[in-house]
């Protein structure tokens, strides 16, 4: 997830929005729907990205979203994003 709202620039809705139909890895393009302002718009993936998200889904087989909570169907919550993403900036402030 880190990496992803890095390399594509995401914001945190937009991240946890993102439905697996949503990565078009023939194009190398990433579908964000609703973004600001509520338009819809693309942007382009790595390939790098792309194999880590291919062995993401192979680990983890979401259903629906592309990243999911502990309950199946449901996305991932903001909260649990926000922990991560404050503990990935203490690992980085302190090291």
């Not at 942007?43 to 502990?70: C, H, N």
Request: glycine residues 4%.
């Amino acid at each position: 997830m880190l990496s992803l709202i890095y390399a594509c620039g995401l914001r945190r809705s937009e991240l946890l929005n993102l439905k697996i139909t949503d990565v078009d890895s023939k194009r190398h393009m990433l579908i964000i729907h609703n973004s600001k302002g509520y338009k819809d718009r693309q942007v382009p993936i790595s390939d790098k990205t792309i194999e880590m998200l291919r062995e993401y889904y192979k680990a983890y087989k979401p259903k629906i979203w592309l990243f999911e909570g502990q309950n199946e169907g449901n996305k991932y919550s903001e909260r649990s994003l926000e922990q991560v993403l404050k503990l990935a900036f203490k690992k980085c402030k302190y090291s």
